[in-house]
């Protein structure tokens, strides 16, 4: 199946770009039959078939297999965002850094990001796997497609597959950068006005 194998390729270029460690992370797509997502302690970097499972919009497995333990962060992201077909969350280093201390990336700093992203906001912690982290997550996910998991990762989500990847690989190397920019003594930001003109021009692109 074409939107399986998706899963599996994005799985091995999340591990290749070391946006995912471990077992920790989930990927999932909206189907017509329902939420293509992985497996409970899956290897993203190393995904078959097998690690994948459908599940229904309100969580239930519908093979015999165990979805990922944060199915119902994805299963109410969907029910809430219509536009979104596509659901990355992994603990990428650098925004897990970032995550750790709760600290956004807000700062004005990078032209493309502000475009981009405009920033990405810290949603308050929760017990992995919890209902509160469900909500806590969504709410901040209502108008940014990118949102960092307080002293636990971070999430993007898209219309498509490629497009959540994207998000995530751009949005990690937005916080390395913010990062590196503290070792030469923190960064000279953009004024307001250049701030207010390039989110007029973001908006004149939609
Ligand atoms: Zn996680």
């Known amino acids: 199946m074409e939107n399986i194998q998706d899963i599996i390729n994005i799985g091995k270029n999340l591990y290749n770009k070391d946006l995912t460690v471990g077992t920790s992370g989930n ?8 939420i ?3 497996t409970s302690g899956s290897v993203l970097g190393n995904l078959s ?3 994948i499972v459908l599940i229904d919009f309100e969580g239930n497995e519908q093979e015999n297999k165990k979805a990922s333990s944060e199915k119902m962060l994805h299963v ?15 603990h990428p280093e650098y925004l897990t850094t970032f995550a750790c201390c709760h600290k956004a990336l807000d700062e004005p700093i990078m032209s493309e990001n502000i475009i981009y992203f405009e920033d ?19 709410k901040y996910l209502k108008n940014r497609d990118v949102v960092i998991m307080a002293n636990h990762g971070a999430i993007a989500v898209a219309e ?10 751009t949005a990690e190397y937005y916080a390395k950068v913010a990062l590196n920019t503290k070792i030469l003594g923190g960064a000279r930001y953009l004024s307001q006005n250049d701030v207010q ?9 939609l």
């Open 120 to 138: 990405i906001p810290v949603a308050p912690y929760a017990m992995p796997s919890s209902l509160e982290l469900v909500e806590n997550t969504v």
């Open 160 to 169: 498509n597959l490629e497009q959540a990847y994207l998000k995530m690989e």
């Open 197 to 205: 003109n390039l989110i007029e021009l973001k908006k004149s692109k």
């Open 36 to 38: 293509l997502i992985t």
């Open 76 to 90: 109410e992201i969907y029910k809430q965002r219509s536009d979104v077909k596509a659901i990355i969350h992994t």
């Open 27 to 34: 990927i999932s797509i909206k189907t017509d039959k329902g």
């Open 49 to 51: 078939e097998k690690e």
